[in-house]
């Protein structure tokens, strides 16, 4: 299992994707994005989307260096069409947009279609966070990829659509949500397969409808599916699905879930809150501070040293990969070579 530094990494994604025609500055930005996601303690969204994305340049489904479009505006709205370009670049200018338009009129919504695979989501409302703003983001599978089961039933009708929301904090990491309405990621059972491991009970049925744990029942042919967040409660994670996949579907114009085979990739609403043009920042701060403080201050259950935020998690793991470095497991080093000789190019293990 090969270890490397965020930088190293960082070149070796942004290289494979100038070999295989995309920009410098896209294919940059894209390697920054995954390797991000690696930092973080979420693979299923780093760099084993490598090979992915190459396929997806091959094979013309990702079109690097695409216009992107303004189909309609005002003042705080907008809608985009990223071409079919990269996922990150369409989501990258879709929050810069949002954060832009909210500076000037309180809160803005820019929604984004023909835009491919983002990435992690919890990149993009983090933007809003650094300029002292809210952020929401939330993607569907732009009525394509359809992985989840509904409740009730055993057939795949939606994606795992996710939400993610920043909240900053002051002298702090920001709050941050990133979930999807399934109760795993797709990305995450591709790790789990890479690793030859077996996934837990709950997150995935066969093509029957039966529960299993090998995660190479979810590729078969014919596939299974992934199941809607919340075990016996499982409606809410469906139900979140039914209204995510009908913001971003519907109000982009990308379309939701459908019977119609659909190109596969992320349509995708941003929303942000300018706070001071709602209460002071001072007082914010302390409401969200007193907030952490309660919170925190909860007496523990067994197997539990302290009570953690959304993303601190992710924040902590952050800081001891890049101290540490990124593992990278064989199967996905594998897949990543590959991808790399496929567009001429030669990488190396090691930091």
């Known amino acids: 299992m090969p270890t490397f530094s965020e930088d190293k990494l960082r070149a070796i994604a942004s290289r494979i994707f100038q070999a295989a025609g995309c920009p410098t500055d896209e294919a940059d930005l894209v390697a920054d994005v995954l390797v991000n996601s690696n930092l973080v303690g979420h693979d299923s969204h780093g760099v084993i989307r490598i090979s992915q994305y190459v396929r997806s340049l091959r094979d013309g489904k990702v079109k690097p260096g695409a216009e992107i479009r303004v189909v309609r505006q005002t003042p705080a709205t907008a809608v985009l069409d990223c071409g079919w370009g990269f996922g990150p670049v369409g989501a990258k200018r879709t929050m810069a947009l949002a954060v832009e338009k909210a500076e000037a009129t309180s809160i803005s919504c820019v929604t984004t279609r023909n835009c491919n695979h983002v990435g992690r989501l919890g990149e993009y409302p983090v933007m809003a966070s650094d300029a002292g703003m809210i952020g929401i983001a939330m993607v569907n599978n732009h009525g394509g990829g359809q992985v989840m089961a509904v409740y009730g039933g055993r057939a795949k009708r939606l994606s795992p659509n996710p939400i993610s929301v920043a909240i900053p904090r ?58 809607p967040m919340g075990g016996i409660v499982a409606h809410k994670g469906y139900g979140l699905s039914f209204v995510i996949d009908i913001l971003c579907g519907a109000l982009s114009g990308a379309g939701c879930s459908r019977e119609a085979n659909q190109p596969i990739g992320n349509a995708m609403v941003a929303i942000v809150i300018k706070i001071d043009n709602f209460t002071t920042p001072e007082d914010f701060d302390q409401e969200v501070a007193d907030l952490v403080t309660y919170v925190k201050s909860s007496p523990l259950i067994p197997g539990f040293t302290e009570v953690l935020l959304p993303g601190e998690p992710e924040f902590r793991e952050l800081e001891k990969r890049r101290a540490n470095g990124i593992d990278i497991d064989d199967e996905t080093w594998r897949q990543i070579s590959e991808a790399a000789e496929s567009v001429g190019v030669t990488v190396e293990e090691g930091r």
């Open 170 to 227: 002051r002298g702090a990491p920001p709050v941050l949500l990133d979930i999807t309405s399934s109760v795993v990621a797709e990305g995450k059972l591709r790790v789990k397969r890479n690793k030859g491991e077996r996934v837990p009970e709950g997150w995935i049925v066969d093509h029957e409808g039966t529960p299993s744990t090998d995660p190479n029942d979810f590729y078969a042919d014919p596939p299974g599916a992934i199941l």
